[in-house]
Nanobody, 124 residues
């Protein structure tokens, strides 16, 4: 299990961009796949994006395809979520999570290390 900390959230106008960062305590982040999830009050946490160990494979939920990009820098033990063309419906608390599975997985049960979350608010 590794320690995970998100940052980069904030208030942005519709159409704007934000980049979330996910810093980990892992000595070798390359041994973990990394996922982003989000949650709004009263709803279940949902999958947003995931990237495999190597970075060769990434999956996105349909609502963010073409707008969000997940990436990783294993040398810095950090993963990122670049969010462009943001919409009000993207407003949520965003969580980063790490999984020891090599493959990219969208199942929350496969992620054993979770951050505290960072708030993203899209509003004019």
């Amino acid at each position: 299990q590794v320690h995970v900390v998100e940052s980069g959230g904030g208030l942005v106008q519709p159409g704007g961009s934000l980049r979330l960062s996910c810093a980990t305590s892992a000595r070798t982040l390359s041994r973990y796949s990394v996922g982003w999830f989000r949650q709004v009050p009263g709803k279940e946490r949902e999958f947003v994006a995931v990237i495999s160990w190597s970075g060769a494979t990434a999956f996105y939920t349909d609502s963010v395809k073409g707008r969000f990009t997940i990436s990783r820098d294993n040398a810095k033990n950090t993963a990122y979520l670049q969010m462009n063309s943001l919409k009000p419906e993207d407003t949520a608390v965003y969580y980063c999570a790490a999984s020891s599975l090599a493959r990219a997985t969208i199942s929350q049960a496969d992620f054993t290390s979770w951050g505290q979350g960072t708030q993203v608010t899209v509003s004019s």
